[in-house]
């Protein structure tokens, strides 16, 4: 059972660069979210999604995109780079909005 | 919109000491309330959650949360705890489409 799997797993970015942070789910969940992760502030929610083909911003959307095609993807898209979004990043999925979510091993991104 | 406080940064207890982690959560509805541990470089793994009914819930790894509505919490606990607890602990409440965490809790396990 493979769950929730981030790609890639470090990436070290210059300022200004873009790039698309790759999730995938295999438990047909149709529920994903994005999160980032910040030393002592927990986890604050990027965008979310309840569908393929519907999404939503969450608490810190700026600077960021996401779409989703299909049920199992759920990519999200920097599009210019900045030092703010050297974080460590998490996807996950749940089969519902009040139910548990599964979370991949994350992404480490510094952008310098 | 709901939200979590976990008033500890860090705790620091002994080996084969209790434990017992706080949350304080604000929500206007029933909640839904969650544990979750990361272990360092790893995701988050869910320890327990509440839906309803029996407000002591039990969950994996030996760990228990009791919900108590009159005071808003959900504190997590542990009789006796291991090395392999230490760990980063995060409380969530779940909304209609997504989930509110916790800043979390360092455990540090002393020998």
């Known amino acids: 059972n493979a769950g929730v799997t981030q790609t890639p797993k470090f990436r070290i970015l210059k300022i200004g660069q873009s790039m698309t942070l790759q999730c995938t789910q295999d438990?047909?969940?149709?529920?994903m979210y994005w999160y980032r992760q910040d030393p002592g502030m927990g986890l604050k929610l990027i965008y979310y999604?309840?569908?393929?083909?519907?999404?939503d911003k969450g608490e810190v959307p700026n600077g960021y995109n996401v779409s989703r095609s299909t049920t199992e993807d759920f990519p999200l898209r920097l599009e210019l780079a900045a030092p703010s979004q050297t974080s460590v990043y998490f996807c996950?999925?749940?089969?519902?909005?009040?139910?548990?979510?599964?979370f991949g091993d994350g992404t480490r991104l510094s952008i310098l | 919109a709901q939200s979590v406080t976990q008033p500890d940064i860090h705790i620091t207890v002994s080996e084969g000491a209790s434990l017992e982690l706080r949350c304080n959560y604000s929500?206007?509805?029933?909640?839904?309330l969650f544990w979750y541990v990361q272990s360092p470089g790893q995701g988050l793994q869910l320890l327990l959650k509440?839906?309803?009914?029996?407000?002591l819930v039990q969950g994996i790894k030996g760990f228990e949360a009791e919900f108590k509505r009159s005071q808003s919490s959900f504190n997590l606990r542990k009789p006796s705890v291991h090395w392999s607890d230490a760990a980063e602990y995060f409380c969530?409440?779940?909304?209609?489409?997504?989930?509110?965490f916790g800043a979390g809790t360092r455990l540090t396990v002393k020998p």
């Open positions: 969530a409440v779940g909304g209609d489409n997504d989930m509110r």
């Open positions: 999604s309840v569908g393929a083909g519907i999404t």
């Open positions: 929500y206007g509805a029933t909640p839904y």
């Open positions: 438990m047909n969940h149709n529920y």
């Open positions: 996950a999925s749940s089969s519902g909005g009040r139910q548990p979510q599964h």
């Open positions: 509440y839906f309803s009914g029996d407000t």
